[in-house]
């Protein structure tokens, strides 16, 4: 499973242990999602998502995501 949890809460200036709060998780659980070492749940997923107020399919893959900078290039035509 792959995700985008660290860029999305980079993006928001937000620690660890702050998302953790958020979604009602211990903030070591947050880590080991970002590093892959665990796969979150479904509530989990979804809570997540419905924190950063993206679809789940936006925050959660089962292939990994496309680098940002790709996709930004490829919206423009740059590529």
Same mark, same amino acid.
């Given at each position: 499973?792959y995700?985008?949890? #660290?860029v999305?809460? /980079?993006?928001? !200036?937000?620690?660890?242990? *702050? &998302?953790a709060q #958020?979604v009602?998780v211990?903030?070591?659980?947050? !880590? =080991?999602?970002?590093? !892959? +070492? =665990?796969? /979150?749940?479904?509530? @989990? *997923?979804?809570k997540? #998502?419905?924190f950063? +107020? @993206? %679809? $789940?399919?936006? $925050?959660f893959?089962?292939? %990994?995501?496309e &680098?940002?900078?790709?996709q *930004?290039?490829n919206?423009?035509g740059?590529?």
């Amino acid at each position: 499973m792959y995700n985008r949890i #660290a860029v999305l809460r /980079a993006e928001r !200036g937000l620690s660890r242990k *702050a &998302l953790a709060q #958020a979604v009602n998780v211990n903030f070591q659980t947050i !880590g =080991y999602l970002e590093r !892959g +070492d =665990y796969n /979150a749940s479904l509530e @989990l *997923a979804l809570k997540l #998502a419905r924190f950063f +107020d @993206l %679809p $789940v399919e936006m $925050v959660f893959s089962l292939e %990994p995501f496309e &680098l940002l900078s790709r996709q *930004a290039m490829n919206k423009e035509g740059l590529t």
